[in-house]
């Protein structure tokens, strides 16, 4: 049992909830949740917004019929969200195994060396470059070489976007595998390319996976590059070295243009666009933890 004595000993551990630190700590905890809920209020209004708009026109009819004419109703962005994935999955061609590549280079090979480090700024700058300069790039180099717009210029114009995002995280996921790994599949005699396509990679897809995810949500919804290369076209895509619509094409035109059916038509479009980047980020946040 304690004695008296020892307990008189013992120092009070609570705070007075009238000291400077306990009203200090509770001023920071509101103020926290205060600046959350105010960065929450621009998320949730324009989602609700989104959805208001949205939701009426969504169905069938949209997502398998071509644009309407101005004052038609009906119609839907079939060749529109046919023209993304045609794009989209070009860039993915492109970007994902340059990507990944650079990346196994970077964080396996030239590691702490003086040309990775120009690699990792060169990749940071490219990040930063604006969408539409990427757009007037590719028009230079593409649409002009090849005179005319398509759907293979757009993904050029959105594989340079999403190589930044691609390289930067498949770097640190193959660098977040911890060395141990490495020195045992030395130890057992393997190569080094042998421990970095066997051991390495395998350890870091899932997070790679994850950036690629979020390159492709990025690269989806992004307009200036497409409006430069793929432009627009309101019929079906019968080849990809033909002008193409996109979602984020059809949404910026019709959102600006002056007959309701059009406009509602480009929110449904923006519901669709808000819906696959929130599926995306879901879909690499369970694969994390799943790993």
Known sequence: ??????????????RSPTSPRTLFASAMTVITFVCAALAL?????VLSYVLLKGIPRLGLEAFTQLPPAPGRPGGGFGNALLGTIYTVGIASL???PFGVLAAISLSEFYRDTRLANWITFLTNVLSGVPSIVVGAFAYSTVVVTTG???SVAGGIALAV???PTIVRTATESLEAVPRDFRQAAIGLGATRIQTTLLVVLPAAIPAIITGVMLAVARAAGETAPVLFTASYSGYWVKSLWEPTATMSRL???FATAPYPNQQELAWTGSLVLVALVLITS???RWIIRRK
């Open 148 to 150: 005319k717009f398509s």
């Open 251 to 253: 949404v910026f035109d």
């Open 94 to 96: 492109i970007s994902i």
């Open 282 to 284: 879901i879909l690499s």
């Open 1 to 14: 049992m304690t004695s008296p004595e020892f307990a008189a000993s013992v120092p009070n551990m609570k």
């Open 161 to 163: 976007l999403m190589l």
């Open 41 to 45: 209020i621009p998320l949730v209004a």
